[in-house]
């Protein structure tokens, strides 16, 4: 289950997990352990995080060709981390999902990922001798980055408006004023499925950069290497130098992570 830092002890049991995390934004994992608490009665279970391999074989957890109980276990991704503390010294927290039986929860630091919209990664878990050299891995689940985040149509939610603080509509048209209100953590039940915005909630600060798309020719330095000259990069607009650079399909959201992280912060398009 994926839980938020604020709502660990009662996600999945009085209020609803989330279904897929943010990037930059931090989230807990908590597992549940089958029926009458078959998970082992310590705390030296580790959990590993690695790389979805969606046209891969999926294998019965059970099965020791699967891939979190390869020996040697298929490598880490560098992508999903622990949010550690200042003075924190990731050896010596030994950061565990706890000794219950019912479920294990790894809550002594939240974890934070970079990875882009919509990429997955699989979790492998062990529940006791992780470290003897055998393959006592196996996969317990995977975790998904929400592809999109919700853009509100005002604001301020109409139905709880602060008296003192006029709610503003999401900018639209050209010369009119307008506001961007980005929002998260909602939740999903059973009766009406995932909700297209179920994420965690928004839990670090947050800057945001407007980038013209199609309208204006790029004006810096930075961009993925096109292979063109860069008087002639400078000409295009970022829609067609992602589209040039070879790639034979429609660009990626990491194209648009990399050219979002290269963009300067300049005169805004939108004021």
């Known amino acids: 289950r994926v839980c938020g830092p604020q709502?660990?002890?009662?996600?999945?049991?009085?209020?609803?997990?989330?279904?897929?995390?943010?990037?930059?934004?931090?989230?807990v994992l908590r597992l549940q352990c089958p029926s009458g608490g078959r998970c082992a009665a310590s705390s030296r279970n580790k959990i590993r995080?690695?790389?979805h391999q969606p046209d891969s074989l999926e294998l019965p957890p059970w099965h020791r060709s699967q891939r979190c109980s390869q020996n040697p276990p298929p490598p880490e991704i560098p992508e999903v981390q622990w949010a550690l503390q200042d003075g924190d010294v990731l050896e010596n927290l030994n950061i565990n999902g706890g000794d219950r039986r019912?479920?294990?929860?790894?809550?002594?630091?939240?974890?934070?990922?970079?990875?882009?919209?919509?990429?997955?990664?699989?979790?492998?878990?062990?529940?006791?001798?992780?470290?003897?050299?055998?393959s006592n891995f196996f996969k317990v689940g995977s975790v998904m980055v929400a592809a999109s985040i919700g853009v509100a149509r005002w604001t301020q939610d109409l139905d709880n408006v602060n008296p003192a603080i006029d709610p503003i509509e999401t900018v639209e048209f050209i010369s009119k004023p307008g506001g961007m209100t980005l929002y998260a953590g909602t939740t999903s039940n059973t009766t009406e499925g995932m909700r297209p915005y179920d994420s965690v909630i928004f839990s670090r600060p947050a800057l945001m950069k407007l980038v013209s798309y199609d309208s204006e020719p790029l004006?810096?330095?930075?961009?993925?290497?096109?292979?063109?000259?860069?008087?002639?990069?400078?000409?295009?607009?970022?829609?067609a130098a992602l589209e040039n650079r070879g790639t034979g399909g429609r660009p990626t959201p990491a194209d648009f992570d990399a050219a979002c992280a290269a963009a300067p912060f300049r005169e805004p398009l939108v004021e």
């Open 219 to 239: 004006d810096w330095d930075g961009l993925l290497d096109t292979g063109a000259a860069r008087e002639d990069v400078a000409q295009q607009t970022l829609e």
């Open 49 to 51: 995080f690695v790389a």
């Open 102 to 134: 019912d479920y294990k929860v790894w809550s002594l630091r939240p974890l934070i990922t970079n990875l882009t919209s919509g990429a997955t990664f699989d979790i492998c878990y062990c529940d006791a001798d992780c470290d003897d050299g055998r």
């Open 7 to 27: 709502n660990v002890l009662s996600c999945g049991t009085l209020v609803p997990p989330y279904m897929r995390i943010l990037p930059q934004q931090l989230f």
